[in-house]
T-cell receptor, first 117, second 113 residues
Framework: GAGVSQSPRYKVAKRGQDVALRCDPI?????LFWYQQALGQGPEFLTY????????KSGLPSDRFFAERPEGSVSTLKIQRTQQEDSAVYLC???????????????FGDGTRLSIL | GQQVMQIPQYQHVQEGEDFTTYCNSS?????IQWYKQRPGGHPVFLIQLVKSGEVKKQKRLTFQFGEAKKNSSLHITATQTTDVGTYFCAGLPIKAGANNLFFGTGTRLTVIP
């Protein structure tokens, strides 16, 4: 596709359920980032992949959060035993950067709005 | 820890007035990027600044990177209703192994026709 695609656009889950959010980056983009954006705030970094390698997961808030990109393209962010504070928009971004540094424009998807009841 | 602050948080202007948002980092940056997010949309890349003291222009938008590479500004001349949205700066810390951008708190611009 022409841009970064995320699904689902909206997800409502009950507290304690597991959720999986999908990101399909722009074809050929090496770098993939996940962000969490709370209402009225800027995106906060969660994790970064270069191809299939997860090079930085320092932003993941707890061990309930897990991300993977097994074939270096599509990525999945999984949240286990969801809690109300996990409610946010989860944004995925990709870039061409091959050097592993955030010095390339990032192309964002429309995000998944997660609501935990 | 790394922090990137922006002021003001909100700005309401009459169409045709100018607008400026300021971005300040607690640490020195390798580069800074600016993004625009329309209501209900996703951040869209505007520009990247790399050099100390760099100034770049895009039509009515002027971007500056401070001499110390810790602050930046975005100035919009003669705002239009299409400028409505939240403007974020995002900085890459100048340290070995830094991969991720730190986004600012954003400035939400409202343009009154």
């Amino acid at each position: 596709g022409a841009g970064v695609s995320q699904s689902p656009r909206y997800k409502v889950a009950k507290r304690g359920q597991d959720v999986a959010l999908r990101c399909d980056p722009i074809s050929g983009h090496v770098s993939l980032f996940w962000y969490q954006q709370a209402l009225g705030q800027g995106p906060e970094f969660l994790t970064y992949f270069q191809n299939e390698a997860q090079l930085d997961k320092s932003g993941l808030p707890s061990d309930r959060f897990f991300a993977e990109r097994p074939e270096g393209s599509v990525s999945t962010l999984k949240i286990q035993r969801t809690q109300q504070e996990d409610s946010a928009v989860y944004l995925c971004a990709s870039s061409l950067a091959r050097g592993g540094r955030g010095n390339q424009p990032q192309h964002f998807g429309d995000g998944t709005r997660l609501s935990i009841l | 820890g790394q922090q990137v602050m922006q002021i003001p948080q909100y700005q309401h202007v009459q169409e045709g007035e100018d607008f400026t948002t300021y971005c300040n980092s607690s640490t020195t940056l390798s580069n800074i990027q600016w993004y625009k997010q329309r209501p209900g949309g996703h951040p869209v890349f505007l520009i990247q600044l790399v050099k100390s003291g760099e100034v770049k222009k895009q039509k009515r938008l002027t971007f500056q990177f401070g001499e110390a590479k810790k602050n930046s500004s975005l100035h919009i001349t003669a705002t239009q209703t299409t400028d409505v949205g939240t403007y974020f700066c995002a900085g890459l810390p100048i340290k070995a192994g830094a991969n991720n951008l730190f986004f600012g708190t954003g400035t939400r611009l409202t343009v009154i026709p």
